[in-house]
């Protein structure tokens, strides 16, 4: 099996592919590629806003419970 990417990378990878679509492209509203590039960019961001929600929870829990 494939070693899992962590989701900053691939953040950042859409990124790219998303500006160079984009430079490349005369019409990006029209191109459904572009679209659904976006559309997985910003779904890895949501899950990265989520992860990182979820971690600094866990740290606030942790240490109301150590005081």
Known sequence: MAKRRSLQEDATTLKTKVRKSLSSNDNPEGD??????????????????????????????????EA
Request: hydrophobic share 25%.
């Open 32 to 65: 459904s590629t572009i679209r659904s590039l976006r559309k997985r960019l910003r779904r890895i961001q949501r899950k990265v806003r989520t992860a990182k929600r979820r971690e600094e929870q866990r740290k606030s829990k942790k240490v109301v419970a």
